[in-house]
């Protein structure tokens, strides 16, 4: 994040024997008295003389560097005698320009978290339709539904690769986020007619357009959050957590809004299984997609008229429209705030054949071989209740219009674990934590194998998807932790391998939906949480004990020179 910040100029204009720390310099056009580092300034340069100090000349307080890197500061603060400064150089942004009024600065401020709360809002309702209807493709569409999951993750997997550094250079991080959510709406538009000829097209969109949408987002924030840090004299670090934690705050209640929608829908004139009905007995693990007409693609067979479809379909076809309306009309371009966009090494990340290269290089690490497995289970256990849970357990035995009810305990319990489980890790460790992720799913794996679903033991439904939300939680915060972790200052490799074999998870997931019968999915399921379990354990024993080799840097060695 650092490379991305905006280049800084520090003019010392206070008197030494004064102690004030000069002045910095940023290119806000809301700021027309400070300028940037890259433009010229027309002052003529005045040597110094007794009445026209320079300051930090004569003081080493003020002693001055140029920064090794753009966006590495140069902090010029005298040291209190009875205090330590609380950043490093680096790591510090430093003090506002002292000529800046306060009501600029406020304006400033005020605007960045409008652009927040903003581009949440729009997320919140591009995933109200998106989270609810994959939730229910397996149900409403079943095979071509589950397909096309797998075409969309796969369609993600050629994106990150190759899209978001070209369409972010081209449309800048505003249109691109906009442009992106288009894909979203191609999706839900293809719900009218699905047919392979429109949902899989549909789905490919989508996926092509995740990437640099996820892409443009994330930069948006984190730019925008280190302006905030320079205006407020804080660490960078701590507010741009703080953006992303509004910003998941907003997003995450997409689970609850667009699964009460489509129960709402669905819940009209629907009939409730008897419990006595022998259709049952082929729910759960009993479950195959060649039995007893299951693998039927006509969603009437599960109580769901045109007319539902139809109703759903239009309510989350506006709701993706809305997002991008949103934030073309009401997202300030991130140029207002700071010049990251117009600087030539903005999109300077690897083009995406050196990204494909670097990849694949990245797996002759020894640590990448091991948390594969539990890379791949991550998208196997979000794949695994998102279709064959809803499909196999809630809309068999307790019927379609009871999915968006379950699912909202599911994404409750995972949002709430998910800002638990930070501050838990500081004071137990990470290795519990995971042990904790493991032994949740490991119970409502079990207890899938030994439960009948049966309408009248409606709180066990409740109680596996919460679960499974926790376990959730811990995999989709300490997975993406742990990669930072075993692998410092290579995220780029790292976390490309880790959407990539997640997508592999996903992909295997989804295409088997229609292949296997639950009882042999349970047992492929648990058993990459087996191996994943190992890989990881492995990793921390071997870091531990300090066993593999290591060059003169530290860094552990490749496998492969």
């Known amino acids: ?130 989270n609810s209807l994959a939730n229910l493709q397996s149900s409403i569409n079943k095979e071509l539904g589950t397909i096309s999951l797998a075409t969309l993750y796969a369609a993600l997997v050629v994106s990150c690769a190759f899209i978001p550094p070209f369409l972010i250079s081209r449309l800048k991080l505003k249109f691109t986020i906009a442009f992106c959510m288009l894909g979203y709406s191609a999706y839900m538009a293809a719900q009218f007619y699905p047919t392979y000829y429109t949902m899989i097209p549909g789905a490919i969109l989508l996926g092509l357009g995740a990437a640099p949408m996820w892409s443009a987002k994330c930069t948006y924030l984190t730019e925008v959050g280190g302006v905030y840090a320079q205006l407020t004299n804080q660490n960078k670090e701590v507010i741009v957590t703080r953006m992303f934690g509004v910003f998941f705050l907003f997003f995450q209640s997409s689970q609850v809004w667009g699964n009460l929608i489509s129960s709402a829908v669905l819940s009209v004139d629907s009939v409730e299984i008897d419990p006595s009905d022998p259709i049952l007995e082929t729910c759960g693990i009993n479950y195959c997609p060649d039995a007893s007409g299951n693998d039927s693609a006509n969603a009437t067979d599960n109580g769901v008229s045109q007319q539902k479809l139809y109703t759903l379909s239009t309510i989350y076809l506006v709701c993706a429209l809305l997002s991008t309306v949103i934030v073309l009309v009401l997202v300030d371009p991130l140029s207002r705030f700071c010049d990251y966009e117009t600087k030539p090494d903005a ?56 999915i968006g009810y379950v699912m909202i305990c599911y994404g409750v319990c995972d949002a709430l674990c998910s800002v638990c489980f930070s501050p838990l890790v500081k004071l137990v460790g990470r290795i519990p934590i995971f042990l904790l992720g493991c032994v949740a799913n490991v119970i409502i794996i079990v207890l899938f194998f ?112």
């Open 347 to 402: 999109t300077a990340s690897k083009s995406g054949g050196q990204l494909l290269m670097a990849t694949f290089r990245h797996l002759t690490h020894p640590y990448q071989i091991l948390i594969i497995p539990l890379t791949i289970w991550s998208g196997v256990e979000q794949a695994f209740i998102q279709g064959d849970f809803t499909n196999a357990f809630i809309s068999c035995g307790l019927g379609v219009q009871w």
């Open 450 to 561: 030994m439960w009948r679903p049966n309408p009248t033991d409606i709180y066990i439904y409740f109680i596996a998807a919460g679960v499974w939300g926790v376990a959730d939680a811990v995999w989709q915060t300490q997975i993406n932790a742990f990669y930072g972790v075993i692998f410092p200052g290579k995220a780029e490799a790292a976390f490309s391998n880790y959407r990539m074999w997640e997508s592999v998870g996903f992909i295997l997931t989804f295409v088997t939906n229609s292949m296997i019968c639950i009882d042999a999915k349970l047992y492929i399921v648990i058993g990459f949480l087996f191996l994943g379990m190992v890989g990881y354990l492995t990793i921390e024993v071997l870091e531990r004990f300090n066993v593999l080799p290591r060059g003169a840097d530290g860094q552990l060695l490749k496998l492969i020179d």
């Open 1 to 130: 994040m650092d490379k991305k910040r905006a280049s800084i100029s520090e003019e010392a204009s206070a008197d030494v024997d004064g102690g004030t720390a000069g002045t910095y310099a940023f290119n806000y056009k809301e700021l027309p008295s400070l300028r940037t580092l890259n433009e010229p300034s027309n002052e003529v340069s005045q040597p110094p003389s007794k009445n026209n100090k320079m300051s930090g000349v004569e003081n080493r307080a003020f002693a001055r560097e140029e920064p090794k890197s753009a966006g590495e500061y140069v902090r010029a603060v005298p040291s209190a005698p009875d205090a330590s400064p609380p950043f490093s150089a680096s790591e510090a942004p430093p003090p506002y320009a002292a000529q800046t009024s306060t009501e600029q600065i406020k304006s400033i401020k005020l605007g960045i978290m409008k652009n927040i709360v903003v581009i949440s809002i729009a997320f919140v309702f591009l995933f109200t339709a998106y």
